[in-house]
């Protein structure tokens, strides 16, 4: 029986295999709020608008033992406070109150096609953080204290990773013996910023203080990431990622105990923590109650635990290939 080439069902094959291979995530939220006053109002009070826009992307390609995953995600928010008292000179209306993207990327390659071999795989991963525009110290002092690149952080990792098969516990971790982390300042920002940021520095030959724009670390990482839904219809979803890096490589080979040019003693590294968590209850088809926190520490740049977390109702749109 002679045989006939169908364009339509060779076409129809491409999808299917692309949408094996491909699994896209896309989260895009938007918050708008405001507060506003008439001149009648007796309380002395501001009128205050505040918005932000957010996105996600987390993108999957599998073939075989390779597993290539890219993700990106960002926030840009604003807050606009008006009134009728006088702010005083040089006071900005706009003041921003969210800022920052992270870019990352991983390669994996599993052990073996089948049993607990294809559960763990060699990976590498590297992602970038760092924040859109300039930063300045308040509405009235305008001392830049951040911008593109300053600060911007780099890690890069290699090792081995672990994917739960357990769909209700589904977790990564990703142990890497050799990492590396650098902190980078591509803009000119004060001294005291600059020692805030755990920056090296130097006395030049005028005797002046001056601190150097990067700063590199070698040693290993660990990171947990874990993310599900709590219900069939996907309304209540926890993320978390937790991710350690200790520069032990560093430590061994530059500390000697020297004071540095600011008259700081150094201490030996230990390892820096960051903890990040999203809590997401979908309301409505196109409304999400979040809640996120994230606790960091890094003793080089202040010796306390650090704490933010935001609790907003938002407008939202979740997209999936399958």
Do not use: C
């Amino acid at each position: 029986m002679p045989e006939y080439f169908s364009l339509d069902r060779q076409k129809a094959i491409r999808r299917a295999i692309r949408l094996n291979r491909n699994k896209l995530e896309v989260n895009t939220r938007l918050k708008i709020s405001t507060v506003q006053y008439n001149k009648a109002w007796s309380a002395d009070v501001d009128n205050t608008l505040t918005g932000s826009v957010y996105l996600r992307i987390n993108h999957v390609f599998k073939r075989n033992r390779l597993t290539l995953t890219t993700k990106g995600e960002g926030e840009y928010g604003m807050t606009k406070v008006t009134g009728e008292e006088t702010k005083g000179e040089g006071y900005n209306d706009w003041l921003k109150t969210q800022d920052y993207f992270t870019v990352s990327f991983g390669a994996s390659w599993a052990l073996k096609k089948e049993g607990v071999g294809k559960n763990w795989s060699y990976n590498f991963s590297t992602d970038f953080r760092s924040q859109f525009s300039q930063t300045f110290a308040s509405r009235t002092d305008h001392t830049k204290t951040a911008n593109f690149m300053a600060p911007g952080y780099l890690n890069m990792s290699l090792g081995l990773k672990y994917s739960s098969p357990n769909n209700k516990l589904p977790f990564i971790v990703s142990i890497s013996p050799i990492s590396g982390s650098g902190t980078f300042v591509v803009d000119n920002l004060s001294n005291v910023r600059m020692k805030k940021l755990g920056m090296p520095s130097y006395t030049n030959a005028e005797g002046q203080l001056v601190y150097k724009h990067q700063k590199l670390e070698g040693g290993s990482s660990f990171q947990l990431d874990f993310s599900r839904y709590f219900d069939r219809k996907n309304i209540v979803r926890y993320t978390t990622k937790f991710y350690s890096f200790f520069g032990w490589i560093t430590d061994l080979t530059t500390y000697d105990g020297t004071p540095a040019a600011d008259g700081t003693v150094p201490r030996h590294i230990i390892p820096t923590y960051r903890w990040e968590n999203t809590l997401e209850i979908k309301a409505l088809k196109f409304m999400t109650t979040v809640v996120k926190w994230q606790l960091f520490y890094n003793r080089a740049q202040v010796d306390k635990l650090q704490l933010n977390y935001e609790l907003s109702l938002t407008f939202a749109y979740n997209y999936k290939n399958k």
